[in-house]
């Protein structure tokens, strides 16, 4: 297809990531992904993510943004210094951040507080490569004051080495930083999370055995995208090279002299090219120029290809062996190196293609839908709209009675790999919830309503399990276990405990007082409708994705239509397409609880928009 591109293969990515994730979980340290020479492809960083990277380093704010916007909600770094004219940016997007200046920690803290954000920083230690970092004498007085500021929470210290000064990471530089971190710990009083030991160059120091006690975090991407250290630049045993490949065409080849004829002056980009005679020569000329790709950090797959200039637009290579093997309009595969490779993922003439078991990964593409009713115009509506967008709606085999019927056949549709989609009931929440859990794993949840409907009826002295509404339910567990009810004659055994911090209310409008405390003793997370209005839909939605799905192994989504009211006390339509869009780009969602108004009664047609949102990006997948 025309230009040069650059071939990902993501199933690489994954297992060259789970490679030096495990290396460095025997060391004790976990890793931070850094995909920032992908711009931030949000394939790449997922395909870290399932290696076992705990979180991504990124450099650049707009390479952050589309990972948030595509669903990525792990906790993203920020790995260069922020600029004082971003600190907004930075607070409402990135989790922790890398520093050097106070004013800008100043400017980051007065930012997170005016959003009633918490941002954690790193402080980085400059241990000689002059690149980043507070000198060593300001290193105490500037913790002194990070620990006073609002909102900002001191996360750790850190160092990057082979940078600038191409200082190595040695046992004693190392043990440095973690002294660094003792003695704040010491005279603070405070203990330091994370002790960030650097880069890709810091590997070889690790698997020789003597990286210091301490260390517990390292920020790694070119060793996991390109399987190589970076102090030698030597093969990462275990790792592949080839993750990324370059490709072009070939549009010219032919038999030439070796050497130019007639007399020669500077070349294009005022080098002086030298020559030696060979004679007659095969050469390719490939459509791949310095406008695509750093030409100097490429090298061809096949050894027996040899690079031998370039110009903008060209490529010019002698085919050497390789050339019986050949024809014009086949294309060369080239390895890049790191530069070569950011220049080809920033370059707008290079195509990216991604390849890879989670591009084909088989996505559920059946709808069961489990419903009071089984209205037929509400099956029909809904059947066409899923229909659109490539799925199947179905209804359970068999007629379905009491929770138990419910609870196996949502079981049998979770591990038969369809989508269950709930249409309210009182107690469907619950036993769908329970069943995701008990089927696939920890559920996260997320609770789409302007009511928390823990409790129904009047509020009375003692609460039973009668007064339980749909979210009571889930957490009847919890409720029974802190004493806010009594136990009734009928056991919940099916029932597993819901994680209080998985639990996350969105948009809440109204609450009674006792749901009020309940919220508070068992520590659920709340955005109400002010801080939707306050930090916007979707910086919301991103955090309180991130807050549901972490350690957990889907999402449980209950929607309320009653909150997309136009706009008015609620959410707009807009709003909550991008809600629903954000919830399915994640990936996490596994069900979907849609309870209130009837699909056929008013407002239909955008309920079922919604729910098509909410299902449908689905099959974009990466
Ligand atoms: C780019 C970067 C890294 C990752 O470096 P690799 O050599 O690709 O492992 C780590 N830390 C910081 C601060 C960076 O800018």
Not at 232 to 242: A, F, L, N, S
Not at 474 to 480: G, K, T, V
Request: proline share 4%; aromatic share 4%.
């Amino acid at each position: 297809m025309g230009g040069p591109s650059v071939r990902i293969d993501l199933d690489k990515i994954e297992n060259n990531a789970r490679v030096v994730c495990n290396l460095c979980a025997e060391h004790g340290i976990q890793v931070t992904g850094v995909s920032k020479v992908s711009c931030g492809t949000p394939a790449v960083a997922r395909a870290l993510l399932r290696g076992g990277v705990k979180g991504i380093g990124e450099s650049r704010m707009e390479n952050i943004h589309r990972l948030r916007a595509n669903g990525v909600v792990e906790p993203i770094t920020l790995l260069r210094i922020p600029p004082l004219s971003e600190t907004e940016e930075i607070v409402r997007s990135v989790d922790v951040s890398l520093n050097s200046e106070i004013s800008v920690i100043r400017s980051l803290s007065s930012a997170a507080e005016r959003f009633g954000l918490n941002h954690r920083v790193i402080l980085m230690i400059d241990l000689g490569d002059l690149r980043e970092g507070f000198w060593p004498d300001d290193v105490l007085p500037a913790v002194r004051e990070v620990l006073e500021l609002p909102n900002i929470s001191l996360e750790g210290v850190g160092t990057n080495l082979t940078c600038y000064g191409g200082v190595i990471p040695t046992p004693e530089n190392m043990q440095q930083l973690v002294d660094w971190a003792h003695r704040i710990e010491d005279t603070f009083d405070i203990h330091i999370r994370t002790i960030s030991g650097g880069n890709s160059s810091s590997l070889p120091l690790l698997a020789s055995g003597k990286m210091p006690q301490g260390i517990n975090n390292l920020r790694i991407g070119e060793a996991i995208l390109l399987g190589r250290e970076t102090v030698k630049r030597q093969v990462w045993p275990g790792t592949e090279q080839d993750a990324f490949l370059i490709e072009a065409e070939l549009i010219e080849l032919k038999e030439k002299p070796s050497v130019p004829i007639g007399e020669t002056g500077e070349d294009a980009f005022g080098g002086r090219p030298t020559f030696v005679d060979k004679g007659l020569v095969t050469r390719g000329i490939l459509n791949i120029g310095r406008e695509d790709a750093d030409v100097d950090g490429l090298r061809a797959m096949d050894g027996r290809i040899e690079i031998l200039g370039a110009s903008s637009d060209h490529l010019i290579v002698e085919m050497g062996a390789a050339k019986d093997e050949y024809s014009l309009g086949q294309s060369v595969s080239f390895l890049p190196n790191y530069s070569a490779l950011l220049a080809a993922m920033t370059s707008a003439y290079v195509q990216k293609n991604i390849h890879g078991k989670a591009v084909s990964e088989h996505k559920p593409k059946k709808v069961l839908l489990f419903s009071a009713s089984n209205h037929d115009l509400e099956v029909e509506l809904l059947s066409r709209s899923l229909a659109s967008i490539g799925f199947e709606l179905e209804l359970p085999a068999k007629n379905l009675r009491g929770e138990e019927d419910f609870f196996s056949a949502i079981r049998s549709s979770l591990s038969a790999g369809s989508f269950p989609l709930l249409r309210g009931r009182r107690f469907l929440s619950s036993t769908g919830f329970s069943a995701a859990s008990i089927e696939l794993g920890q559920q996260g949840l997320l609770w789409i309503s302007p009511s928390p409907s823990i409790i129904v009826g009047e509020k009375k002295k003692e609460l039973h399990t009668d007064d339980l509404g749909p979210l009571g339910r889930i957490l009847a567990p919890d409720l029974l276990e802190l004493g806010w009810i009594e136990a009734s004659e009928k056991k919940s055994d099916d029932q597993t405990a819901p994680s209080a911090e998985n639990i996350v209310l969105l948009g809440l409008q109204e609450a009674r007082p006792v749901e009020v405390e309940i919220i508070r003793s068992l520590g659920l997370n709340v955005y109400t409708m002010e801080d939707i209005d306050m930090l916007g839909i979707s910086a919301v939605v991103r955090k309180a994705l991130q807050r549901a799905v972490i350690g957990s192994q889907g999402l449980f989504v209950h929607y309320d239509p009653r909150i997309s009211d136009g706009g008015q006390e609620g959410l707009s339509n807009r709003e909550t397409h991008l809600m629903m869009e954000m919830i399915a780009r994640s990936g996490f969602m596994r069900l979907l609880d849609v309870s209130g108004a009837a699909i056929h009664g008013r407002g239909r047609g955008s309920l079922q928009k919604f729910i098509a949102s909410a299902l449908g990006k689905r099959i974009l997948g990466v």
